[in-house]
């Protein structure tokens, strides 16, 4: 994985009880969360809407894979 920078990640509601940190701008926050929700992509999207739509359905993903779990402390999804 690669190392970010914390200074610019802030908290993201991807749904109820699921918190993530990232470094996206809020204009792109909720392609995040319609691919976290499995909804399909929307074809009229710039490429970093894309992008963001595939990092949530990735994260979706790797949560239902057991790669990825939310942690009970603070309710962050978090890798293994």
């Known amino acids: ?4 920078d914390h200074q610019n990640l802030k ?6 009880g699921i918190l ?7 204009a792109y ?7 976290f929700a499995g909804y399909p992509v929307n074809p009229r999207w710039s490429g ?3 992008y963001a ?5 990735q994260w979706r993903q790797a949560l239902l894979n057991g790669e ?3 942690r009970l402390s603070d ?6």
């Open 1 to 4: 994985m690669f190392k970010q």
């Open 11 to 16: 908290v993201v509601q991807l749904e109820e």
């Open 20 to 26: 993530v940190h990232t470094q996206l701008r809020s």
């Open 29 to 35: 926050i909720p392609a995040l969360r319609s691919g």
């Open 48 to 50: 970093v809407k894309y």
């Open 53 to 57: 739509w595939k990092t949530g359905k």
């Open 68 to 70: 990825m779990v939310v």
């Open 75 to 80: 309710s962050m999804l978090v890798s293994i």
